[in-house]
């Protein structure tokens, strides 16, 4: 850890963290969040990965039917064609642009929320230092109180305490 997160913990938060750590509870907590995270991050991973393979058949397919379409033309609305063809790819890369966004909105607002639950469930387990906020400098506390967590737990597994 850091000294400065260790100076912004107070002896009482430090004192209150170890008692609620006592049972294991907090513990088996933090590692179902720790799955949930995971397999949400997983989730979210995968259908972002599905809309971009979807985008990518899209501009394959259309490319595909630009390029049949110029093989059977007639030479006298060459430049009409390749003219609509341009208009159909923008419009395309503008539709992917935007769902795109949108996606990456989702994802954002659902990480988000998935942070807020966290916070919710520790807040309610008695962890101290934890409640919902968005204050960037809180969350990287809460974060640096998780890490520490993790790494108690990990010290106490090897050594068989738990």
């Known amino acids: 850890m850091?000294?400065?997160?260790?100076?912004?913990?107070?002896?009482?938060?430090?004192?209150?963290?170890?008692?609620?750590?006592?049972?294991?509870?907090?513990?088996?907590?933090?590692?179902?969040l720790l799955d949930i995270q995971h397999l949400t991050e997983k989730n979210l991973y995968n259908q972002r990965q599905k809309l971009h393979c979807e985008h990518q058949a899209l501009k394959q397919d259309l490319t595909r039917k630009h390029k049949d379409a110029l093989q059977s033309r007639k030479s006298h609305n060459l430049a009409l064609l390749k003219s609509n063809q341009q208009a159909e790819l923008e419009a395309l890369d503008i539709r992917v642009r935007e769902e795109q966004r949108m996606m990456d909105k989702k994802i954002v607002a659902e990480i988000d929320q998935k942070v807020i639950d966290q916070q919710n469930t520790l807040e309610k387990a008695g962890v101290p230092g934890f409640y919902i906020t968005t204050n960037p400098q809180e969350l990287t506390m809460q974060m640096n109180l998780l890490e520490l967590i993790l790494k108690l737990q990990q010290k106490e597994s090897q050594s068989g305490v738990q």
């Open 2 to 32: 850091v000294s400065s997160f260790q100076q912004r913990l107070s002896y009482n938060t430090l004192s209150d963290l170890a008692l609620a750590l006592i049972d294991g509870t907090v513990y088996e907590i933090v590692q179902g």
